[in-house]
Structure formats: C-alpha cells, structure tokens
C-alpha cells in the first residue's frame, strides 16, 4: 500500500460465484491505483467459492482480508457484515461475478481530488454474457438517450434509478452517514441512491469502468413481483411529502401497487392499504376493497 495516496476499501461480496470469483478478485488486483484494501465477504457459498476465495488470496493477495460466512444471510447483510473492517477514505462494492477494467479506481480518485465538491463518483459500463461476450451497446446507450446528471440528482432520482451501482466509487462518509445498506430490502441499489442523493453531490464522468455480467443470478435480472415490491418499498419508506416531489411519489406507489396486482400477487391488497396510510389517496381504498374482494372469490386480481 502508499502512505501518500487516499486508502480506497473495496468490498467483494460472493454467493454460489465459483465460475467467475477470481476473474473479479483479478481485476481488483489489476488496478493501476496502488493504495487498495481489499475485504472479500462470502455469503456461505454452498459450491467450491470459499476454497476458491482462499487460494486467490494465498497466491495473490495476502494482505486481502475474508469475512468468511458459514450461514446465508443476504446481500445486504453480507456487505453490511464488512463495515467495522473499512479503513479507506473511498470505498465502493463489487459483486463477484463483475470485473473493473485496471484504470477504474485511478480514474476515479484522480476526479475526487480534482472536484472536492463531489461526494460520490459514477459512469457508464459494458454489459456481458455469462461467457464474458461483451453486448454491442454500454448501460447508457441501451437504455438511455440522455447524459445522465451531476450534481444534486434527487428529483430525477426519485422518478427512475439511473445510477450505475457497479461504477460507483464515494467517499466513506457517505456510508457512515446512510448507516451502511437497508437489510429489510431485497434489492439495496436504489434504496440507497435515493437516501443518499438527499445529502450528497454525484459526478458523472463519461467513461466505461466495468464488465457488468448479466446472469439469470444477477440482481438486476430479478423482474415481475420481486421489482415491484422492491420498487414500493423504496417510495414507501422515503416517502417525501414537499412539493414537487410528493405528486412523483404518489405516482409511483400506485404504478408499484398496479403492477403488483398485475402479477397476481396476492398480497398486493395489503400494499394498497400502506400506500393509503402514507399518502391518504382515496383510490388505494377503492384498489384496496377491489383487490380484497377478488382475493377472497378465488378470481384473478
């Protein structure tokens, strides 16, 4: 490690990742940035990661230090359980089936310096196949036609998640102040932003920083009830009642609420019911009465 470079904490989370952990382990030691600690946290794997994880470290990073699971608990938890270990000044997570090309960290530690305003640093990546094929188009250019935003991004936030959790890279006390990751959500990624773009300024910059490898185990290919209900949870629990922002959140808990019922989940009545106590929109009553009536006949919602 240097002593005269900012300390960036790296955390790697592992679940059932056997096929792609060392490629990810690599990257992190590819880096061109020398003042690196990394903590790898397994989620008691059930396939060979952990001798995996073990080898690599013995062979290539002995200095890494590994929280070693015996019992699954989540993703949340799992990155929370790395807290009390970060020493760094930036930290950033990395799922183990993804890998950061070697300029990231140096690229991104070099904007922090340069722009002090900025709390949290992101940019675009590429996408690819569970065989390392990389999509034709990056995140950006598939699913977005403008540049994404700097600066205070709240109230875009709030109608979309657009920040690319892979690439992000933010200065500790962004964590510290948000108290690590939600662990009632299932999926954490924009629980997180959305709190965190309350108080603290983002960076874009216009570069790629990561393979970002799309698997039927990937957080972001979960869809249908599992999404939707991440989704009001996340409006639900950051409710924000000050204009203009609270007519975006109504907006979203109903489209949340509809979809669920949608999916034919049975307890979308019930999420009706919380989206009515947080908002006290006459329609969540009527969906609510609606739904129940359904649920009760045996009829589809």
Known sequence: MSA??????????CYNQEKYVCDTLNSVVQQTYPNIQLII??????DQSKQLISQWIAQYCPDAFFLNHQVNQGVTKNLNSALPYIKGEFYQFIGCEDN???HKIETQVNLF???PAADIVYSDMCLMDENGVLHEQTHYEQNYEEVPMNGDVYEELIKRCFITTPTALMRIKVLLALGGDNETMEINDYDF??????KFQFLYHDDITMHYRVVPTSLSNRQGIIRFRNNFLVYYYNYDKRQPYR??????????VRNLAAQ??????LYALKAFSKTMQPVYLFLCARYFKLWFTGKNI
């Open 264 to 269: 034919q989940y049975k307890y979308a009545p």
């Open 100 to 102: 950061m090309l070697p």
């Open 41 to 46: 946290a397994d989620d008691g794997s059930s």
């Open 4 to 13: 005269t470079l900012p300390l960036v904490t790296i955390v790697a989370v």
């Open 247 to 256: 007519e975006i959140f109504n907006f979203r808990l109903l489209f949340n």
């Open 113 to 115: 310096l340069t722009e």
């Open 193 to 198: 932003w959305l709190k965190a773009s309350r």
